[in-house]
């Protein structure tokens, strides 16, 4: 396009301009690069060879380490714990925040407006500054050191966003649709189920990678519910690697590369759809 | 008729209820329970007596509370202004480039994307270990000759704060980076085109052309500003600890409400009562500044 910054064609001050800014952006990306680079070496290393050969790649590629803190130092389980959590939350976001999308975008109700607000109403609210009374309720339900407990704070944090992007999505499908499957003899759920989910999956994806990462990724709250430690996940569970291990900088860094390597390798794939998705809730 | 309405309602409220349950428990409850816990005393996990907006005068008057509290709220302002000017400048310059096609901005952009994607807890542990006095960075300054600049970063009270919100922006800065990016990208292109071909430099495009025209997703990247930096939380417990240390030089708002609630302040018990009240003024602090920013940019908001 004409209006590409491109250095054919252009005045020596321009592109002077944009080499400058090629060269800062470069900078970023060895700022990103390298310290994970750093990560992953260091991981095949000894204590002795982080510290004096900071940057010498490993004399040899041993996994050792990687066996040592996914199997005897319970990584796997936390793994794992991360694994269930985020998949049951997530799956329950999507059902009941769709039909509560559904509930409020196709039907005509006075009430419509207020049962949207209330479901907005979490959007802007930070869950964290409500630690102490989220804290009775879960104790009361008695899910103290259950995994319930932060799958139900999960839920609750991704329903906002998931109504407010799929209700939107949804008030742009005909109306029209729905009247002829009625006539078809369709009820509402056959509707929901067999129309509405269908024409609403690019939105669900969309959804799904915006609440998932979060969810993944949270720290606070299982920290404050979760103590035993074989219900922990991935986050907790590297906190308290850390706590117990803070001078055995081969083992840290073997435990960072299995917390963040996984991700990055999802990221290679799809990087697209996470860029999309992340970004959903702040791009119109 | 009346049949048809109640099957309409009812299909309603089977449709709303589970969320509508899950919300109403664990985000409008907490809320309404935060106020109303804030103004009793309590004895661990026992509301004793109401004592109307002691617990807030004690937060702001009484020793150690108004030390503590006052200390985090300038660093929780240190945060938002820092990654004001540092991140959201460098996301809006990134976003504007990249948007301009410069050359490798496929890479650029997949790039920039990656740490955005990783916990906090592990990118704080990873610099936590980086910026040790053995660390890589001080590594690094020894090989460039500049041994006199190496420090304890996260050792030393001038630099500590200024340490981790370095951290949180090489972390962060490309999610408004992408995020202004597909705003541009929604401006008209025969905007942009005209005005290249009427000769219009870079600078004057964007302050005059493009600046205008995305100031609703500048208002966006701003409220997110405000509510991340008021919830800093786990980029100091990762880094410098919950104590906030050294010296309570690195303390937020975050971390002093979590001492609060379960932990100790200054070696006290857990206080659910000031707790509450610390939970109120973070709601109230997020729900102000942000209906602010909102207010601000609609005032400037341009449409074509």
Same mark, same amino acid.
């Given at each position: ?32 690069l390298y310290p994970l680079f750093n990560m992953v070496i260091s991981s095949f290393k000894s204590n002795r060879e982080i510290l004096t050969h900071p940057f010498a790649l490993p004399d040899t590629v041993d996994f050792t380490n990687y066996r040592v803190v996914w199997v005897d130092k319970g990584f796997n389980i936390y793994f &794992?714990?991360? &694994? ?24 005509? $109700?006075? /009430?419509?407006?207020?049962? $949207? ?9 930070? &869950? ?33 966003? %998931?109504?407010?992007?799929?209700? *939107?999505?949804? #008030? ?6 729905? $009247? ?14 067999? @129309? ?7 939105? @669900?994806?969309?959804? %799904? ?20 430690n =074989?219900?922990k996940?991935l986050p907790v569970g590297l906190s308290t690697f850390f706590g117990q291990h803070a001078t055995n900088w081969s083992l840290l860094f073997t435990s960072l590369s299995i917390a963040i390597l996984p991700m990055l390798l ?17 791009? #119109? | ?44 996990? @026992?509301?004793?007596? +109401? ?9 702001? =008057? ?9 200390? /985090?709220?300038?660093?929780?302002? @240190?945060? +938002? ?37 990783f916990s906090?807890i592990a990118v704080g542990f990873l610099w936590g270990l980086y910026l040790k006095p053995t660390g890589l960075v001080n590594n690094f300054?020894a090989v ?8 304890a970063w996260l ?12 951290v ?14 597909? /705003? ?26 493009? +600046? ?26 990762t880094m ?11 303390? =937020?708002?975050?971390?002093? +409400?979590?001492? %609060? /609630? ?5 070696? *006290? ?16 602090? %997020? ?18």
């Amino acid at each position: 396009m004409i209006t590409d910054l491109r250095f054919r064609g252009a005045s020596v001050p321009k592109r002077l301009f944009i080499l400058l800014m090629i060269v800062v952006m470069c900078v970023y990306v060895l700022l990103i690069l390298y310290p994970l680079f750093n990560m992953v070496i260091s991981s095949f290393k000894s204590n002795r060879e982080i510290l004096t050969h900071p940057f010498a790649l490993p004399d040899t590629v041993d996994f050792t380490n990687y066996r040592v803190v996914w199997v005897d130092k319970g990584f796997n389980i936390y793994f &794992l714990n991360s &694994l269930l959590v985020t998949a049951v939350s997530m799956g329950l976001v999507l059902l009941f925040g769709s039909m509560g999308a559904y509930g409020v975008s196709r039907y005509q $109700y006075r /009430a419509s407006t207020i049962v $949207y607000m209330l479901f907005l109403s979490g959007i802007m609210l930070p &869950l964290k500054a409500a630690i102490i009374p989220l804290f009775l309720i879960i104790k009361r339900l008695g899910l103290i050191d259950s995994r319930l407990s932060v799958i139900f704070i999960f839920i609750a944090m991704g329903l906002p966003s %998931t109504v407010f992007i799929l209700s *939107g999505f949804m #008030k742009g499908i005909p109306m029209e649709i729905e $009247y002829a499957a009625r006539i078809d003899g369709c009820n509402d759920l056959v509707i929901f189920r067999r @129309i509405m989910m269908p024409m609403t999956a690019p939105a @669900i994806a969309l959804v %799904t990678i915006y609440n998932a990462v979060p969810i993944w990724n949270d720290f606070f709250f299982p920290l404050v519910f979760l103590q035993t430690n =074989t219900r922990k996940t991935l986050p907790v569970g590297l906190s308290t690697f850390f706590g117990q291990h803070a001078t055995n900088w081969s083992l840290l860094f073997t435990s960072l590369s299995i917390a963040i390597l996984p991700m990055l390798l999802l990221y290679l794939f799809m990087s697209r759809y996470f860029i999309k998705g992340m970004t959903a809730g702040a791009v #119109k | 008729m009346n049949v048809k309405r109640l099957r309409k309602a009812s299909w309603i409220i089977f449709f709303v209820t589970p969320g509508l349950l899950i919300v109403g428990i664990f985000i409008l409850l907490p809320l309404f329970m935060s106020l109303y816990n804030s103004l009793f005393s309590w004895n661990q996990l @026992i509301p004793v007596q +109401f004592i109307g907006l002691e617990n807030f005068k004690r937060l702001f =008057t009484g020793y150690p509370y108004n030390i503590r509290f006052f200390n /985090a709220l300038r660093n929780n302002l @240190i945060w +938002f202004l820092t990654t004001m000017v540092v991140q959201n400048s460098l996301g809006l310059l990134f976003g504007y480039l990249l948007s301009r096609n410069i050359p490798g901005y496929q890479a650029f952009k997949r790039i920039f994307f990656i740490p955005v994607l990783f916990s906090i807890i592990a990118v704080g542990f990873l610099w936590g270990l980086y910026l040790k006095p053995t660390g890589l960075v001080n590594n690094f300054l020894a090989v460039i000759g500049l041994d006199s600049w190496r420090h304890a970063w996260l050792g030393e009270e001038r630099f500590a704060t200024l340490s981790i919100i370095l951290v949180n922006i090489w972390r962060w800065v490309g999610f408004p980076s992408l995020v202004f990016l597909a /705003a541009i990208d929604n401006v008209p292109r025969e905007c942009i085109e005209a005005a290249h071909l009427d000769g219009v430099g870079e600078w004057r495009m964007f302050w005059r052309i493009i +600046f205008p025209l995305i100031i609703p997703s500048i208002t966006i990247i701003v409220v997110l500003t405000v509510i991340g930096s008021l919830n800093v939380f786990e980029q100091i417990y990762t880094m410098t600890g919950l104590d906030g240390g050294p010296n309570y030089s690195t303390d =937020t708002i975050g971390t002093l +409400f979590y001492r %609060t /609630a379960f932990g100790s302040v200054d070696a *006290g018990s857990p206080e659910i009562g000031i707790g509450s009240a610390i939970g109120v003024v973070i709601y109230l602090l %997020t729900f102000l500044i942000s209906l602010i920013s909102i207010l601000s940019g609609r005032e400037k908001e341009v449409q074509l």
